[in-house]
């Protein structure tokens, strides 16, 4: 006696497999062309300053007060309002330096939520406390980049950072009861992230790759290495000239000890590395390193790789990437053309002289930090550690931040945010060692720790705001999540969702 062939799922026949394959990605484009169109509000200082001067002006014409020429300006608002590819070959360039990929602010991605339907905060004023709190925060940062992060406690200079942003009732940084110190300075309080040493342990240890391992001692630049002091030498960046002068490179490879050492790290990096040897170091923990979640913990017969094993968490770290930055060039080109710190220290430093009477807060113009770079400096600009100084697109939100967020949050996804790291470590202040951490630290509150590493990174090199950088790492986890929510119906695992905590501390599961 026969019997009836059942339809298999693997029957590539099958008139229902592609039925499937349609509704899944036509479902997922249908809950985006739901969503109600959002609004995306800037600061308005574009418009309140007929001269430009809180905008994003970097190698575009200028006069000698570093203030852009309004005939340029329209060219490049008209190509932002186009978003045509001939009317960008029109805006018109101070120098040799070109404009950073401003038409990727108009790409689609085929995954996760469009760019334009995700909104960042509108950043500090420029007339504001809060922004020239965010100012004082960077001249600290750059006074202080020499600082071995071990040496926070006890070092004059960081010790009088943290008294005075402790002072400013507008700054947003990391208190403790009420009071910014030395534990707390030039970081962010997301959860588990001020545990234990400034540097995450996913930036010093050791990581495999492929039949070798990897030790994360980097090329850094020479202490005292700071550029665009010089008015005529900023002046020239700005414009897009030729660069006034080079960096001083150390030519022995060292552990991030400072913060010299991190911008730099942040200077060479293209986007991917900071995610990919964490997501190597967590892989090479085995199994009791996954999340909970993992449909593979709970098999007897087998185990994942191209989904919920190596081959899936690589690509879902790695491609959070692009989405991430186009999310960031959206708002940069297309909302906020924000100003960059080197230009709102060429503001400061006309304020200070005289030569101009633009309507800058107090807090930064009579703080200590102003003071103290003029003392050291003789110009009020803001030292660069970057000798180009910022790259020639708007500051916020930063890029670094955006895909940093994104990738972050994919690993705690895939990954338990409280197995233990084991065989902690700390760099010496010499940056020459690994010495044993005696305390415990977690995968979740050092991947944070990892997040805030590279966005304040950038904001020590001095091309960013703390704003920036925040909001940006906020960004990334939105695009993050909104890829792991498009794929959680393609799955023949029995898979009951991803969790993860949030940089907000919230806890979430992902499904549908």
Same mark, same amino acid.
């Given at each position: ?159 009088? /950072? #943290?008294?005075? &942003?402790?002072?400013?009732? !507008?700054?947003?940084? $990391? ?7 030395? *534990? ?125 094993? /190596? #081959?899936?968490? &690589?690509?879902?770290?790695? !491609?959070?990437?692009? $989405? ?7 708002? *940069? ?180």
């Amino acid at each position: 006696m026969g019997f009836k062939k059942a339809k298999l799922k693997g029957d590539f026949s099958s008139i229902k497999r592609i039925q499937k394959a349609f509704k899944i990605r036509n479902e997922t484009a249908l809950y985006y062309k739901k969503l109600p169109k959002v609004e995306h509000p800037g600061n308005g200082d574009e418009r309140r300053y007929f001269n430009k001067i809180a905008s994003y002006i970097k190698a575009l014409p200028q006069n000698s007060l570093g203030e852009v020429d309004l005939r340029a300006y329209d060219k490049y608002l008209e190509a932002i309002e186009t978003g045509e590819p001939e009317d960008f070959e029109k805006i018109p360039l101070g120098g040799e330096r070109k404009l950073v990929n401003p038409q990727s602010a108009y790409s689609f991605d085929l995954v996760g939520p469009d760019s334009h339907q995700m909104v960042c905060p509108p950043p500090p004023a420029f007339h504001s406390e809060e922004f020239a709190s965010e100012m004082v925060e960077l001249y600290w940062q750059a006074l202080t980049r020499d600082i071995p992060f071990n040496d926070y406690h006890t070092n004059p200079l960081t010790i009088a /950072a #943290a008294e005075e &942003l402790s002072t400013l009732t !507008r700054f947003h940084g $990391p208190k403790i009861n009420g009071q910014v110190t030395p *534990k707390t300075l030039f970081r962010q309080d997301f959860p588990g992230a001020l545990e234990g040493p400034y540097i995450s342990q996913f930036l010093w240890k050791d990581f495999p790759f492929i039949a070798t391992k990897i030790i994360q001692k980097y090329k850094t630049t020479l202490a005292g290495d700071d550029h665009l002091t010089k008015y005529e030498d900023w002046l020239a960046v700005q414009t897009g000239n030729p660069l006034p002068s080079s960096i001083k490179y150390d030519t022995t490879p060292r552990y991030i000890r400072n913060g010299r050492d991190l911008g730099e790290f942040v200077h060479k990096d293209y986007s991917v590395e900071s995610g990919l040897a964490p997501c190597l170091i967590l892989l090479s923990y085995g199994p009791g390193a996954l999340d909970a979640s993992n449909p593979y913990l709970k098999s007897n017969t087998q185990v994942g790789f191209s989904s919920f094993g /190596a #081959a899936h968490v &690589l690509d879902f770290v790695l !491609r959070a990437v692009r $989405p991430a930055l186009d999310a960031a060039w959206c708002q *940069k080109w297309l909302v906020h053309r924000r100003i960059r710190p080197e230009e709102f220290g060429a503001r400061i430093q006309h304020k200070m002289t005289g030569d101009a009477n633009y309507p800058i807060h107090p807090v930064v113009l009579n703080s200590n930090a102003l003071l103290k770079t003029y003392e050291k400096y003789k110009t009020y600009l803001l030292p660069q550690a970057f000798a180009e100084g910022c790259p020639t697109h708007p500051e916020y939100p930063s890029g670094h931040a955006t895909f940093i967020g994104a990738m972050v949050t994919m690993l705690k996804a895939f990954f338990n945010e409280s197995f233990v790291i084991p065989d902690p470590v700390v760099s010496s202040s010499d940056g020459l060692s690994l010495e044993s951490y005696d305390r415990t630290l977690t995968v979740g509150g050092e991947l944070n720790k990892l997040a805030y590493n590279i966005a304040i990174g950038r904001n020590t090199a001095g091309v960013h705001f703390r704003s920036s950088a925040i909001n940006g790492m906020l960004l990334g986890e939105e695009v993050a999540i909104g890829i792991l929510r498009d794929y959680q119906t393609t799955y023949n695992e029995e898979f009951e969702g991803f969790s993860l905590t949030k940089f907000d501390g919230t806890k979430i599961t992902i499904n549908i």
